[in-house]
């Protein structure tokens, strides 16, 4: 394979920007910017998220078992960069972001501009991120889209020119 044209390519696959967040009640609350994130069924809702194999957040969201997406919008670019390190937890707030506890126990952020918390029902584990496949039980919107809800969120392209995860 010509490892030029695979990355290329791949990077041609366009994406939303989103901060899952979990609490595995044991002290552990992760928060981290995503997106490698699809829908895959109507009846139920499901969504999959790819998570690092190894990264902090992955080991909270295996023992909450549920985790929220936060949705960004367009001019929440900073909160996209903020929550690429990892998550700190202070003073009621995570990485200085204020939330409040959601229906599954997952962070919901107070200035995402909508989030649905999904129960974990199956993990592929291939590869160096694993497939968090989840059911969406709860669904909020903080702040309504005027027009397509998918033209107010935040996207990869929207990073700048040299911001990509994938290839
Ligand atoms: C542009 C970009 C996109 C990312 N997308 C994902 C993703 O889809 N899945 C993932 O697990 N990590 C992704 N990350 C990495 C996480 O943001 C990062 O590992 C995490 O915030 C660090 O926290 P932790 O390792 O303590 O959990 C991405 C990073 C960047 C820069």
Redesign the pocket.
């Known amino acids: 394979m010509n490892a030029d044209a695979k990355k290329t390519t791949l990077r041609m696959i366009p994406y939303g ?1 989103y901060i899952l967040t979990a609490d595995d009640g044991k002290g552990g609350i ?1 928060a ?6 699809t829908q895959t069924a109507f009846g139920p809702p499901l969504v999959v ?4 194999a190894d ?4 080991q909270i969201v295996k023992g909450a078992g549920t985790f929220a997406l936060n949705m960004l919008g367009k001019d929440q670019k900073g909160l996209a960069f903020t ?5 700190v937890v202070a003073e009621g707030k995570i990485s200085g972001q204020a939330y409040r506890i959601g229906e599954t126990g997952a962070p919901i952020l107070t200035d995402a501009v909508a989030a649905v918390e999904c129960r974990v029902k199956t993990i592929i584990g291939e590869g160096d ?1 694993h497939v968090v496949l989840g059911e969406v039980v709860e669904a909020h919107v903080m702040k309504p889209p005027s027009g397509r809800p998918d033209n107010a969120i935040l996207e ?1 392209k929207d ?1 700048g020119d040299n ?3 994938g290839g």
């Open positions: 920007i992760a981290a910017t995503v997106n490698w994130v998220v790819a998570m690092k990264s902090g957040a992955y929550f690429f390190k990892p998550a991120h990869m990073l911001v990509f995860y």
